[in-house]
């Protein structure tokens, strides 16, 4: 269970995560899990490329050093690259030294301060190590292309219907979410792009 938006009374109860971008300018985060793999990214780079569109990639850590090329590319084409763990551990099913040195070993690949929980997934003492090195980055859409009872139109959609300034996006690079992520991703950039939105990679600050 799941939803397409995160309601704002849950993002009050949790300050301590990013869930959006404070503003009120037309731009959008767009941020990508779980790449990146050599199927589905470089598709994601070239149609983002094609719309002058810069974006966020939360990259696991076995992935990333699997495909050194394409990690380049995301960096070269202006993209930030944000810590999702080596290998795409549940939080809440993973102790804490675990959780911790999966992490660490993403983080020794590249340096990034962005970090976000595979599924969402923390326990409070997770949570009170990372933010001493990360800022934990959640969002306030889903398009749910993860969910394989959906199709590509209502992945759109929930983007579509969703998003306002500031909105922090969650699209999947992985085999799993590619059929609905190539009909979604770009009806999404079409038609924020028609409406003046301008697409933005989230700050990696130090």
Not at 33 to 49: C, F, K, N, Q, R
Not at 98 to 123: D, E, H, I, M, N
Not at 176 to 185: Q, V
Request: glycine fraction near 8%; charged fraction near 20%; include cysteine.
């Amino acid at each position: 269970m799941y939803l397409a938006r995160t309601p704002q009374i849950v993002r009050a109860l949790l300050p301590g995560f990013v869930w959006r971008m404070p503003g009120t300018e037309k731009v959008l985060y767009l941020t990508f899990d779980d790449g990146p793999i050599p199927e589905v990214t470089p598709w994601v780079l070239d149609t983002l490329a094609f719309h002058d569109a810069r974006a966020t990639f939360f990259c696991i850590g076995r992935n990333v050093e699997a495909n050194g090329p394409i990690v380049e590319r995301i960096i070269n084409e202006g993209h930030t690259l944000g810590n999702h763990t080596w290998d795409h551990e549940r939080g809440r099913a993973t102790s804490t030294f675990s959780y911790l040195k999966s992490t660490l070993r993403c983080q020794a690949l590249f340096t990034s301060s962005l970090f976000r929980p595979p599924y969402g997934s923390v326990t409070v003492a997770q949570y009170r190590a990372l933010r001493k090195r990360y800022r934990i980055v959640l969002w306030d859409v889903l398009s749910g292309d993860f969910d394989t009872t959906l199709d590509g139109v209502a992945c759109a959609q929930n983007v579509i219907k969703g998003a306002h300034p500031g909105s922090i996006v969650v699209f999947h690079d992985s085999l799993k979410a590619e059929g609905r992520l190539r009909y979604a991703l770009p009806r999404t950039l079409e038609h924020f792009g028609r409406l003046g939105y301008r697409f933005k990679a989230l700050p990696n600050k130090p």
